[in-house]
């Protein structure tokens, strides 16, 4: 499996930037092509207690062509510059491929 995994700094406003994340960016994630599935994780804190990330998103690919493809598709265009919208700032951006051991 291929990823586009983001993290995301706290916000200031954690409510609106919920409301935000859940109401405009997610549809237009779940418009990306290929996309198998989108995994949000909420950050409740580290074994030191707490943690600058608030949430780590995961969009998940069947294999490398589909996330090629993803990447360069209008879509997930829309999403990245949707990002400024809501989350100037806040935001690191990685590709990853999943092994399992």
Known sequence: MHKLVVTYKE??????????YQEVHTPLAHKVPGLKELRVNRVFGTPAGHSDIYLIAEMCFENKDDFKAAMKSSEMMACGKDLGNF??????????EENTM
């Open 11 to 20: 916000p200031e406003n954690t409510e609106k930037f919920d409301k935000y």
């Open 87 to 96: 989350a100037k700032g806040l935001t690191n951006l990685y590709f990853a």
